[in-house]
């Protein structure tokens, strides 16, 4: 016997009905993908806004690195500053032992005496961007070190101004005082340096620079270096000295007084058959201090032997004291020598 339900008709019905159930089931699921698809898009388009933002401070935080860092003070000569490209000065403290790396891949470490400017990798730096000055306090040299590896010893109450990536025709560093240089072989070009008056060219290479309000004064103690003026060139070789007269404008080569010139750089004062008076104020120029003779005669007393500057002022005095009865009164920044 035939089932009317199993007619043509009922089944074209039924196979009709299945396809509509299969289509909305589709687009149920359809629908219920593009609500998980949406709310995905959503948590990643916050997750990149989020890390955008945290990208942007930490750049921001890159680029203030010493405000962030260090505090920032008024220019004082007893304290070590550094100058940063936005003008704004900032005081290195004498604990602070820290390091930052900043967003054009250098990385700067701050010791007590030294700050170092190293490359962590490939280098970004913005040119107009990238002059800082280091001002030494008036009591303690201090120590720069380049992204090439070129040491400086900063003499106390000096100031240097540097690129870290100088343009072609710019200086590498500007000198106002006195400093050690340990130059770094340049493979390309040369090291720049301005010292009031003098333009020295370096290809890698250790001197001393000094200048003051009369003369500018470098001591070659090891290579070959050019100085120039606007209207003279000398070149120097190792023990040679240049000194640069400001009032006759003229450069005058000799050779070099290491011992003299470069006193201040070394752990002892030496003194081989010098009169007090001489000594006086060497010693005076270290320690800030001015010495009068109370006793005419010690002027002209003669001494050898040395002095180890970090024991300080007052073991000077007693070495006096102790070898020739020398006695000494101190009053500010005054002392009275006398028998």
């Given at each position: 016997?035939e089932?009317?339900t ?19 089931q589709?687009h ?11 709310f ?24 203030n690195l ?5 505090e ?26 820290t390091?930052?790396l ?17 490359s962590?990798?490939?280098?970004d730096l ?37 690129n ?70 000398v070149?120097?070789i190792?023990g ?29 004062y ?15 120029a ?54």
């Amino acid at each position: 016997m035939e089932n009317s339900t199993q007619t043509p008709e009922h089944i074209k019905q039924k196979y009709i009905e299945l396809i509509e159930k299969s289509n909305v089931q589709y687009h149920k699921k359809r629908n219920l993908f593009h609500v998980r698809n949406i709310f995905f898009y959503l948590l990643f388009i916050a997750i990149v806004l989020a890390l955008s933002f945290y990208i942007r401070s930490e750049i921001l935080s890159r680029r203030n690195l010493f405000e962030n860092n260090l505090e920032e003070t008024s220019f004082a000569d007893d304290k070590i500053l550094i100058q940063t490209p936005n003008g704004k000065l900032y005081e290195i403290d004498k604990n602070l032992s820290t390091e930052w790396l900043s967003e054009a891949g250098v990385l700067i470490q701050i010791k007590p005496q030294s700050i170092k400017f190293i490359s962590a990798g490939n280098i970004d730096l913005n040119k107009h961007n990238n002059a800082y000055t280091i001002f030494v306090s008036k009591t303690t040299p201090y120590n720069l070190t380049l992204l090439d590896g070129s040491n400086i010893k900063i003499n106390k109450g000096t100031s240097v101004h540097f690129n870290l990536q100088p343009d072609i025709d710019d200086m590498n560093v500007e000198i106002n005082g006195e400093a050690y240089f340990d130059i770094t072989h340049q493979e390309e070009g040369t090291f720049k340096i301005k010292s009031k008056e003098l333009f020295v060219e370096v290809f890698g290479t250790e001197f001393n620079i000094k200048n003051t309000t009369s003369s500018n004064e470098i001591v070659l103690v090891n290579g070959f270096v050019k100085v120039s003026t606007q209207n003279q060139t000398v070149n120097m070789i190792q023990g040679e000295q240049v000194k640069y007269n400001i009032k006759t404008q003229k450069l005058e080569k000799n050779n070099a007084d290491f011992l003299e010139a470069l006193q201040w750089n070394s752990t002892y004062y030496h003194f081989s058959n010098e009169k007090l008076i001489d000594i006086a104020l060497k010693i005076g120029a270290w320690y800030h201090v001015r010495f009068e003779f109370q006793t005419p005669e010690l002027k002209k007393m003669s001494f050898t032997g040395k002095l180890k500057i970090d024991d300080g002022l007052v073991r000077f005095l007693e070495m006096l004291k102790y070898t020739d009865g020398i006695n000494s009164k101190i009053e500010n920044d005054k002392i009275f020598l006398y028998k």
